[in-house]
């Protein structure tokens, strides 16, 4: 449906929505997506069961993610810590030790990597394709943003230097005035409670085809239980949307605090103690 409609998914979707089938060779589950792939993936990754390990075919995938302008870091929302080490192999018993970087495209993700586009409709007034319009399917032309503002447009962080410490020395400063000060109330000025709401669902709002399409989304609780016997199909439509951005940010998730009372949506593997960090060339916080 949605590729007569001319809508595309990223490349690692595809992957994503292949994990959890089944297939005979692991390396089938990059090969065999390829089909829906644009032409310059299939220039850069192309079949060759001959000459190839499962490692092979799965860091192709991120040489390709690395070569595109900015360095695009997206794939590492793909893969999983494990304590375990990964490991795959060809029907021929050739084995494969995956890196912690690199993902395991022949096991199944759960937990899916935060949105980084915004599919936003030409007509702001339509929220994607209302599959009950019995007039045909719709003009579905939208504008495709990024969903969250680069890292490294946040503030001009220095590399090194006491200029690194200077600006180090601020946001504790942030951290301990807001604590003080704000006390029930997030550094937004909004209530925690409204920023927990927001957090839940990373601030999206979904369309009809369970695509993030604009930013302001909050969790409403009240309308969220009501039953779906009493709401209008609008509502009821409204109601899924909703529900599509929570399972999609909680599953796996745990909601936890910074060092500096920032709200955050973290794997639910994480422990007290652990580090945010913000890479060069990705979009969201690691």
């Not at 494969?96 to 993700?109: I, M, T």
């Not at 339509?126 to 969903?147: C, H, Q, V």
Request: glycine letters at 6%.
């Amino acid at each position: 449906m949605q590729r007569i409609q001319g809508i595309l998914r990223s490349f690692l979707d595809s992957l994503r929505m292949f994990r959890h089938t089944e297939c005979f060779d692991p390396r089938d589950k990059v090969y065999a997506p390829l089909c829906l792939a644009p032409e310059d993936i299939r220039r850069n990754i192309t079949p060759d069961y001959a000459n190839t390990t499962v490692l092979d075919v799965y860091t192709n995938v991120i040489r390709y993610c690395l070569s595109q302008p900015g360095h695009n870091l997206d794939f590492l929302g793909y893969a999983m810590y494990q304590e375990e080490t990964q490991t795959v192999e060809t029907p021929k018993g050739i084995k494969s030790v995956l890196p912690s970087w690199v993902s395991k495209f022949s096991a199944r993700l759960d937990i899916v990597p935060i949105p980084k586009l915004l599919h936003v409709p030409e007509d702001l007034g339509r929220k994607g394709l209302k599959f009950y319009d019995t007039r045909g399917i719709p003009s579905n032309k939208e504008a495709i943003i990024a969903a969250y503002r680069s890292l490294n447009e946040l503030y001009p962080v220095p590399n090194t230097g006491p200029e690194l410490e200077a600006v180090l020395a601020v946001s504790r400063e942030k951290g301990r005035k807001w604590a003080i000060e704000l006390k029930h109330k997030y550094f937004t000025g909004e209530s925690y409670s409204d920023a927990i709401r927001r957090t839940v669902i990373f601030n999206l709002v979904y369309d009809e085809l369970a695509r993030p399409s604009e930013r302001g989304g909050k969790i409403d609780n009240a309308f969220f239980r009501r039953p779906r016997a009493e709401l209008s199909l609008t509502e009821y439509r409204y109601q899924v949307d909703m529900n599509t951005a929570k399972v999609r940010a909680s599953t796996l998730r745990n909601l936890g605090s910074s060092e500096k009372h920032y709200l955050l949506m973290i794997p639910n593997t994480a422990v007290v103690g652990d580090m945010i960090w913000a890479l060069v060339g990705g979009q969201v916080l690691l």
